[in-house]
Nanobody, 120 residues
């Protein structure tokens, strides 16, 4: 099992910054990728950014490239999402995600989510 707890959401003005944190515990060695997703009201959950366990390769949604940065601190068992130049369209509930190889059951884990609201 993998357990994820997000923190760091809140209300910020357009152009502001926030840093989301995700504390990871459980079967950490089995995780092969971590990510941040978001879901706005009435919309599907979408990938924001991801980072692999091997090589720390990152991937970003086009809408956040150049503004958001995903990182990990293995010693502290944390994953972060640094968000800069925030826009009202970034408003959503942000979820931390952990993926294990598909042979595991379950192989996909989610945190409880943290609300990010960007005011115009």
């Amino acid at each position: 099992q993998v357990y994820l707890v997000e923190s760091g959401g809140g209300l910020v003005q357009t152009g502001g910054s926030l840093r989301l944190s995700c504390a990871v515990s459980g079967s950490i060695a089995s995780i092969n990728a971590m990510g941040w997703y978001r879901q706005a009201p009435g919309k599907q959950r979408e990938l924001v950014a991801s980072i692999t366990s091997v090589g720390s390769m990152t991937n970003y949604a086009d809408s956040v490239k150049g503004r958001f940065t995903i990182s990990r601190d293995n010693a502290r068992k944390m994953v972060y999402l640094e968000m800069n130049s925030l826009k009202p369209e970034d408003t959503a509930v942000y979820y931390c995600n952990a993926k294990r190889p598909i042979v595991y059951s379950p192989y996909n884990y989610w945190g409880q989510g943290t609300q990010v609201t960007v005011s115009s």
